[in-house]
Antibody, heavy 120, light 108 residues
Framework: QVQLQESGPGLVKPSGTLSLTCAVS?????????WSWVRQPPGKGLEWIGE???????NYNPSLKSRVTISVDKSKNQFSLKLSSVTAADTAVYYC?????????????WGQGTLVTVSS | EVVLTQSPGTLSLSPGERATLSCRAS???????LAWYQQKPGQAPRLLIY???SRATGIPDRFSGSGSGTDFTLTISRLEPEDFAVYYC?????????FGQGTKVEIK
């Protein structure tokens, strides 16, 4: 069973770049899987950020597309999220999740999530 | 973009009662590509239902999903104390993937 674990700075300055990593265990990131990022502002709902296929193909939420980059590091069995030009509105719990082998799939499993606060 | 609207926003019920949660889509959801998640405070969402009506592994049979097209329902037949949480629907038939705003099931 694949397990996911997010890591990265918990505090980012406004106008800076948020960088998070999701470590994959119990399976290979090079398997035919889609990998995704979802975020949740405090007390609010869930928002899909984007996704990457093991080959490197990506899809992003149009609302964030200009600021988001998702990449895969096969040597470390992990994938990453970069969100540039952050503001307080980007403060959220960030989750990584697996979509399995098909694009037409649900999010399962999820990482435990990591809170990122944007503040000076 | 498919907008998902969940109702009600909050459902106040007692243990043992039946809960019926609604998720309505702004356009037809392809091939019933709709999932339901449960989220408890401080935890990641947990998959309950996929394909509108298929229970995920380990999910009790008191949880059931139904619907197609634009109208979907999650039913909890008899609420257990551990079922009080927030529930989200999510469509994965088109991009961008979208979630409903959530329904909170609280103890009455």
């Amino acid at each position: 069973q694949v397990q996911l674990q997010e890591s990265g700075p918990g505090l980012v300055k406004p106008s800076g770049t948020l960088s998070l990593t999701c470590a994959v265990s119990g399976g290979s990131i090079s398997s035919s899987n889609w990998w995704s990022w979802v975020r949740q502002p405090p007390g609010k709902g869930l928002e899909w950020i984007g996704e990457i296929y093991h080959s490197g193909n990506t899809n992003y939420n149009p609302s964030l597309k200009s600021r988001v980059t998702i990449s895969v590091d096969k040597s470390k069995n992990q994938f990453s999220l970069k969100l540039s030009s952050v503001t307080a509105a980007d403060t959220a719990v960030y989750y990584c999740a697996s979509l399995g082998s098909s694009w037409y799939n649900w999010f399962d499993p999820w990482g435990q999530g990591t809170l990122v606060t944007v503040s000076s | 973009e498919v907008v998902l609207t969940q109702s009600p926003g909050t459902l106040s019920l007692s243990p043992g009662e039946r809960a019926t949660l609604s998720c309505r889509a702004s356009q037809s959801v392809s091939s019933s590509y709709l999932a339901w998640y449960q989220q408890k405070p401080g935890q990641a969402p947990r998959l309950l239902i996929y394909g509108a009506s298929s229970r995920a592994t380990g999910i009790p049979d008191r949880f059931s999903g139904s619907g197609s097209g634009t109208d979907f329902t999650l039913t909890i037949s008899r609420l257990e104390p551990e079922d009080f949480a927030v529930y989200y629907c999510q469509q994965y038939g088109s991009s961008p993937r979208t979630f409903g705003q959530g329904t909170k099931v609280e103890i009455k």
